[in-house]
């Protein structure tokens, strides 16, 4: 029964795959309506499944392996389709699928009257799939086969709007970069393979101690490259932005909420490989605070809505990586559930906004929409607040948890990273909210009468997440209090090796830990308040400070040059090594090749007339050989390369004088 | 004969029926008038022929390592020359694929080729034959006479059916093809003399060669086989080859042709030269490695899709050596695997190409933008194609390319980490060909086109199926492997070389 549901719950969502798939290529033979039905509907079983799957796993939270069949091997290397149902896939599997039924359902809406419809749901079902593969994989292989699916996904669904060149370049862009990231995963596996000689997780974990630091290091690092490019971390985050390409539920979904998580999920999951390996995780940490900070800064000028979003989500993974890199493993994946929940409800609202304005993107563009659309402004104030940290909404809790953490081991510089992000994080959603709703409306006037709320299918989900974003971060307070609420309960025995030392630290700093909450809640007070003051009370500043600020307006505001560079640094001369190949090719390989030829011409002219004058009267074989070749020849009408066509006769000719010389010779002896 | 089991299924004469067979439909040929019924002729024959090589699937016992569904004649009695084929979990897959892409060739053909229909409809056929041939001979001579039988039709298939430059690249074929296969023959001559004055390739396998010997012969086969693969730098008649040829030539050059090379040095190189192989392997493997890095940024710089396709032919065999030469299990059984998924998948991709340009006459990735529009279902098929080449899990290609790396990665890390950055720019020029050509806005020419037809999805179908059947249930298609791979290390004098 276990082992059936378990096996369902990605099997639901493929079965979608497979019908609306083919009703694509079968020329839609079923409506919009079943299309969509049956995408939803296979999550919301998936999801059901999980919250079945959550409840059999909160009596038992010890790893339970379900093996569905035995996808391939060869000699000693055995590699199972199988799922591990631990605490953490359980609540992997919740985000997943429950965020994931909200946008899909959100996404009928949103989508409504588009061309690409079932083909839409196909992808985003598809993406289902490889997700739930990726967090419920038992070794990791099935973690590959759903990491590189999910960027497949990513692929298509941001190349979703094929016809649009700066899709189809943002698509490719994604894949690339993630490629990237994947080599670096595979390796990892090889050299786990090479370890262990094994790839299940559980039997790797349970000998982890046997690894030496130097092996424990290069796994880390290899696993860590593979994390970058899913997590759009630096140096590989330029994609994400760009991504930015796709549909708006796309956006929420697969770019915000899931699968650029996955690799948070990786590191957690590892956690016994990176506690062997300290400077391993420290490079995590670093990342992560670097990334966290860079990104936000970014997102403070960015101009288009999504793309502020964007850099957002870059930034919070950042905060996640950080989390990971500290230790705090349990609060990198409360900060993954909180952050799923508000970010995936800014996006939508975003696409809310972007709907009402017939496909507006750009804020400057935008002001004045409270009014106008007013249910979607009450949940995008409740997403800015929850990102910005305001007291007892989910991001509050989850973040400060982090920044205790860092602080409380004695990370200082990586508590500052974090807090400066958290300042730019909760000013640039502050202006990103007043631009938006408030002040004069700018919206251009051919726009402004089309505004309308949009429809129940859209709002209801946006309820449901404004609502998990509020009281979503109770799970980790509820019942013990700080650090001790259900939700590290219930993980504890999934990082337990990592738990112990941080539980004493905790109750030293049990002052401090207020203390620092209450300093991280006055960064974002104080975020909000630079927001107010610049684009409510004095909406002249920004212009002021852009001026006076040009040289550091313009680094952010072009992203610190970093997509320039790689083109400069890889992308041309990766393409101009291709170039210089090719020519190496025709005039290295290919005269040299001529060269040889033409000595073989001359010592075919010799052998021809050797041929003639001493063996052509012996043998009559030749003879025949040489006149088809020659009838074969004609019929090609052969005029430029005549002198191939003789070293051509020649050599059939000392072939079947080899032949015959030989096989005589053979004989005779 | 030893180490071959006798035919005894319900199909007596199997592998010579299926190597007979389609000269039976050349023969039938010469008695019908009219092009149609030709192509029916050739098509019923081709299609007749797979059907009948299906029971060596079935019928196959994975766990021998045995020659099976043998056949011994003798034929020639001084020199002992015996016609005596059959078939292990080496060559299973090569002959499965040759029959199974030979009906997809004809169909392929079908509207394609306008002249001489039943000329190109012969060579197709006498090419299959040499192909089954060369895949199942057990005797040297044998081999070696469906060796240099194949070359004469493919010659033909480029230089008469070919593009504007078909006789410079015909020719630069046959002579690259002709140098290596000169080199055998004299490889095969001095195993004679050396071996115990026979041809039987068993009992060539059996025998000692000393260590100087083993260099010289394993040089021969190795420029043979080279060339055939193509391995770099032996690789520059393959785009030629490729460009001109048409498309049913394409396709059995990329998805069989290139397969002999790989199974020369699995059938002949490894287990009769293991001392040689050993010592020289670090040189094939750096031009392994080579062809895999030099393909792929090869193929970067193309804007000719054909050499664009060739070129990554170039890198994805780069694996299937890399494979062999690592010399473990795992790498063997990928590369063999490989073999079978790169003709598979190559093999569609060069479909995809032909059925473009039979619309547009341009191979020219410019000329032929943004299909996804008018041709949604081409679109469909030639992403899966890419995504297929490019080793996305869930794909033929994954499991190949990942038992070779694993292979590799035994054997030395830092060629492995070097193969593995042949897969990233796999990645980048296989999706940024398929950016240009399925994706953006189509142009004037290509806004009109025709969607792909039944007849034509006809011919990429089966290719899909495979692609998601290996890549989802490898294991039947693993399994007849396990113990002939097995046998080639009880022949190199030593097991695996595992962790």
């Known amino acids: 029964m276990f082992d059936l549901i378990v096996t369902l719950i990605p099997v639901f969502p493929l079965l979608a795959v497979l019908a609306n798939g083919l009703n694509v290529m079968l020329g839609h033979r079923y409506s919009h309506e079943i299309a969509h039905r049956l995408a939803w509907g296979s999550v919301l079983l998936s999801f059901l499944c999980s919250v079945w799957v959550l409840g059999q796993t909160l009596g038992h939270p010890e790893p339970r392996t379900v093996v569905a069949y035995r996808w391939f091997f060869g000699a000693d290397l055995t590699v199972n389709l199988s799922f591990l149902i631990d605490p953490l896939t359980c609540i992997m599997l919740l985000v997943v699928t429950g965020v994931g039924f909200l946008i899909h359902v959100y996404s009928v809406g949103y989508m409504h009257g588009e061309e690409g419809f079932t083909r839409f749901f196909a992808y985003m079902n598809l993406f289902m799939v490889s997700m739930l593969l990726l967090v419920m994989g038992s070794n990791y292989v099935v973690l590959f086969i759903g990491w590189e699916g999910v960027g497949l996904c990513s692929y298509l669904l941001i190349g979703y709007y094929y016809d649009r060149v700066s899709a189809a370049k943002a698509a490719t862009k994604a894949f690339v970069v993630n490629r990237i990231g994947d080599a670096g995963f595979l390796l990892a596996i090889f050299l786990v393979f090479a370890n262990f000689g094994t790839l299940e997780y559980t039997e790797i974990f349970a000998r982890a101690g046997q690894l030496d630091s130097a092996a424990a290091f290069s796994i880390a690092i290899c696993l860590l490259i593979g994390a970058v490019g899913k997590s759009a971390q630096l140096p590989l985050h330029t994609w994400l932005p760009d991504a930015m390409e796709g549909p708006t539920p796309v956006s929420a979904l697969i770019h915000a909420a899931t699968m650029v998580t996955a690799g948070v999920y990786m590191v957690v999951r590892n956690h016994a490989i990176y506690d062997l390996a300290p400077d391993a995780l420290l490079i995590v940490g670093v990342v992560g605070g670097v990334t966290a900070l860079f990104a936000a800064t970014i997102g403070l000028v960015q ?164 609502f998990l974003s509020v009281v979503g971060g109770l799970i980790g307070v509820i019942p013990g209090g700080l650090e001790n609420g259900w939700f590290h309960q219930f993980l504890q025995p999934v990082v337990r090796s990592a738990g112990a030392g941080g539980e004493a630290a905790h109750e030293e700093g049990h002052l401090l830990v207020y203390i620092l909450m209450a300093v991280t809640t006055l960064i974002g007070v104080a975020g909000w308040f630079t927001a107010h003051y610049f684009y409510k009370l004095k909406p002249e500043q920004p212009d002021l400070l852009m001026n006076r600020m040009k040289g550091a307006y313009t680094l952010i505001l072009n992203k610190y040059w970093v997509d320039e560079a790689y083109d400069k640094a890889f992308v041309e001369p990766g393409k101009a090594v291709g170039r210089s190949f090719d020519k190496a090719d025709t005039a290295g390989i290919d005269r040299v090749v001529v060269a040889v030829e033409q000595v073989t011409d001359l010592s075919a002219a010799g052998s021809t007339w050797v041929e003639k004058h001493v063996i052509y009267g012996g043998l009559n074989v030749t003879g025949y050989a040489n006149h088809l070749a020659a009838r074969v020849l004609r019929r090609l009408q052969s005029g430029l390369v005549h002198h191939y066509a003789a070293i051509l006769v020649a050599g059939l000719v000392v072939l079947v004088n080899l032949i015959v010389l030989f096989l005589w010779l053979g004989g005779a002896s | ?327 473990n299990t795992q790498g063997i059984e990928g590369a063999l695997l490989q073999m079978l998924n790169h003709g598979v998948t190559t093999g569609g991709l060069f479909l995809c190409v032909g059925l473009i340009y039979e619309r547009t006459h341009s191979r020219q990735i410019a000329d032929n933008g943004g299909l996804s529009k008018p041709m949604p279902r081409y679109a469909a098929c030639l992403v899966i194609f890419a995504l297929s080449s490019l080793g996305l899990p869930g794909t033929n290609s994954f499991v190949g390319e990942f038992l070779v790396l694993v292979g590799s990665f035994i054997y030395s890390k830092t060629i492995a980490a070097l193969a593995t950055l042949g897969i990233i720019l796999a990645a980048v020029y296989l999706l940024w060909m398929v950016q240009r050509i399925a994706f953006g806005v189509p142009t004037e020419k290509t806004a009109k086109l025709a969607d792909l037809n039944w007849c034509e999805m006809a011919t990429l179908v089966p290719l899909i199926i495979l692609i998601f059947w290996i890549g989802v249930f490898p294991n039947p298609f693993l399994a007849p492997m396990h113990a002939s791979v097995a046998h080639i290390f009880d022949a190199m004098g030593r097991v695996g070389v595992l962790p």
């Open chain 1, 303 to 466: 101009t288009d809505i999504k793309r502020v979003l964007a850099y957002s989500t870059v930034s919070q993974l950042g905060f996640m990586f950080l989390a990971c890199g500290v230790g705090a493993y349990v609060a990198a994946i409360f900060h993954l559930v909180t952050h799923a929940f508000f970010k995936a409800l800014l996006f939508l609202s975003a696409g809310s906004v972007i709907h009402a304005l017939s496909g507006e993107q750009d804020i400057r563009r935008m002001g004045g929409l409270w009014s106008k659309i007013p249910k979607t402004h009450g949940v995008f104030l409740v997403g800015t607040a929850a990102i910005a940290g305001f007291p007892f909404l989910s991001g509050w809790w989850s973040k400060d948890e982090i920044l205790g953490h860092a602080f409380v081991h004695g990370h200082y510089v990586l508590w500052a990273l974090g807090a400066t992000a958290a300042f730019c994080t909760a000013f640039y959603m502050s202006r990103l909210l007043y631009v938006t709703f408030y002040g004069e409306s700018r919206v251009a006037h051919e726009v402004e009468h089309h505004i309308h709320e949009s429809p129940n299918v859209m709002v209801y989900p946006l309820l449901v997440l404004a």
């Open chain 2, 1 to 327: 004969m030893q180490d071959v089991i006798l035919n005894t299924t319900a199909l007596p004469h199997l592998l010579t029926l299926l190597i007979a067979l389609p000269l039976v439909g050349v023969a039938m040929m010469a008695f019908v008038k009219d092009e149609a019924a030709v192509k029916h002729v050739a098509f019923w024959t081709a299609g007749i022929e797979f059907v009948l090589s299906l029971p060596l699937y079935l019928w196959f016992d994975p766990a021998r390592y045995e020659m099976q569904f043998g056949e011994v004649v003798p034929w020639i009695t001084k020199p002992p020359i015996s016609y005596a084929v059959g078939i292990d979990g080496i060559s299973l897959w090569l002959v499965l694929l040759t029959t199974l892409l030979t009906p997809i060739c004809v169909v392929c053909s079908w509207t394609a080729i306008k002249s001489r229909v039943r000329e190109f409809m012969i060579a197709l056929l006498v090419m299959e034959t040499a192909m089954v041939g060369v895949f199942c001979a057990l005797n040297f001579v044998l081999f070696y006479v469906f060796w240099e039988a194949m070359l004469i039709p493919m010659y033909l298939l480029i230089g008469v059916w070919g593009g504007v430059d078909r006789i410079y690249a015909a020719i630069k074929f046959f002579l690259y093809t002709l140098a290596g296969s000169l080199l055998l023959l004299i490889a095969i001559i001095v195993l004679y003399f050396q071996g115990g004055q026979t041809f039987d390739i068993l009992a060539l396998t059996r025998a000692q060669y000393s260590e100087p010997l083993q260099a010289w012969l394993f040089w021969a086969f190795f420029v043979a086989f080279a060339v055939k693969v193509p391995m770099f730098p032996f690789h520059t008649w393959l785009p030629d080859a490729h460009v001109q040829a048409p498309t049913a030539g394409s396709v059995i050059l990329a998805s069989v042709l290139l397969k002999m090379g790989a199974y020369g040095f699995l059938r002949f190189s490894l287990p009769m030269l293991p001392d040689a192989s050993f010592r020289f392997t670090p040189v094939v493997l750096a031009l392994s490695v080579i062809a895999i890095l030099y393909g792929a940024y090869m193929a970067l710089a193309q804007s000719d899709l054909k050499k664009l396709i060739a070129y990554s032919s170039v890198s994805h065999m780069g694996f299937v050596t890399l494979g062999i030469f690592v010399i």
